[in-house]
């Protein structure tokens, strides 16, 4: 199948096709929105090539998905202050909107930093209730930044569920995650993405794996990333 794709296009008519792939049972449909170019001028007579961040074009995007009966909607963001670790307004706005207009998952970035996740079950405007979830970001992945807390990051995990005998209603059972700190080595081959609480735990059954001070360092940057993320659902 590949890699799919959606967000930036090369043709208009590209742009005009919705993704949508099943897995396992479940029709998931998948938007991207970004907030800017990062100062890169936009083509004229090419603005199809991008899906900046517009409330009318989301909502009607969202209604088209609607339309093709799917499952589930997960809305990509790029959006966002770079390395503030709190959403802003037009974050939490935004994630309202996507919400009330049919996105169940909204998975964020930009800010290079991670951001908090929260679940939370929504009654949608027909009366009906949904489970929904948001992580404003999940920082960077593998990256060589050096600004605080832009090593540290979580791999997410959700658990999502199709019941047939409830009208096909989507639940979303769980959601956890593993912290990860892409540490510099500083030499040939230098990165190398850690597993904080497996690296930690190594380390207190009398493992060599890291050295005290990267011990240290996993320590507090594991108390940094539960306080960010918070509670795991």
Same mark, same amino acid.
């Given at each position: 199948m590949g890699l799919l794709h959606t967000g930036t296009y090369k043709t208009e008519?590209?742009?005009s096709k919705l993704l949508v792939t099943e897995v396992k049972g479940i029709k998931i449909g998948i938007v991207a929105y970004s907030y800017g170019t990062n100062g890169i001028a936009v083509p004229k007579g090419k603005e199809y090539c991008i899906n900046l961040?517009?409330?009318?074009?989301?909502? +009607?995007?969202l209604e088209k998905m609607k339309e093709e009966n799917v499952d589930l909607i997960i809305a990509i963001m790029h959006w966002g202050i770079e390395y503030q670790t709190s959403p802003n307004e037009e974050q939490i706005r935004l994630n309202n909107l996507l919400i009330e207009s049919g996105a169940d998952i909204v998975l964020g970035g930009h800010p290079h930093v991670l951001q908090k996740m929260e679940k939370r079950e929504v009654t949608m405007q027909d009366g009906t209730n949904?489970?929904?979830?948001?992580?404003? +970001?999940l920082g960077n992945f593998i990256s060589g930044q050096v600004k605080e807390y832009t090593k540290q990051s979580a791999i997410l995990n959700l658990k999502v569920t199709k019941h047939y005998k409830d009208n096909k209603k989507i639940t979303i059972d769980s959601a956890d995650y593993t912290p990860i700190y892409m540490f510099d080595k500083g030499k040939t081959r230098r990165y190398k993405l850690l597993d904080i609480e497996n690296e930690i735990n190594r380390f207190n059954n009398g493992e060599k794996n890291i050295d005290s001070s990267l011990y240290n360092t996993l320590k507090s940057e594991l108390d940094h990333i539960y306080n960010i993320l918070g509670q795991e659902y």
């Amino acid at each position: 199948m590949g890699l799919l794709h959606t967000g930036t296009y090369k043709t208009e008519e590209d742009a005009s096709k919705l993704l949508v792939t099943e897995v396992k049972g479940i029709k998931i449909g998948i938007v991207a929105y970004s907030y800017g170019t990062n100062g890169i001028a936009v083509p004229k007579g090419k603005e199809y090539c991008i899906n900046l961040i517009n409330d009318e074009k989301i909502v +009607s995007d969202l209604e088209k998905m609607k339309e093709e009966n799917v499952d589930l909607i997960i809305a990509i963001m790029h959006w966002g202050i770079e390395y503030q670790t709190s959403p802003n307004e037009e974050q939490i706005r935004l994630n309202n909107l996507l919400i009330e207009s049919g996105a169940d998952i909204v998975l964020g970035g930009h800010p290079h930093v991670l951001q908090k996740m929260e679940k939370r079950e929504v009654t949608m405007q027909d009366g009906t209730n949904k489970d929904c979830f948001t992580v404003f +970001s999940l920082g960077n992945f593998i990256s060589g930044q050096v600004k605080e807390y832009t090593k540290q990051s979580a791999i997410l995990n959700l658990k999502v569920t199709k019941h047939y005998k409830d009208n096909k209603k989507i639940t979303i059972d769980s959601a956890d995650y593993t912290p990860i700190y892409m540490f510099d080595k500083g030499k040939t081959r230098r990165y190398k993405l850690l597993d904080i609480e497996n690296e930690i735990n190594r380390f207190n059954n009398g493992e060599k794996n890291i050295d005290s001070s990267l011990y240290n360092t996993l320590k507090s940057e594991l108390d940094h990333i539960y306080n960010i993320l918070g509670q795991e659902y």
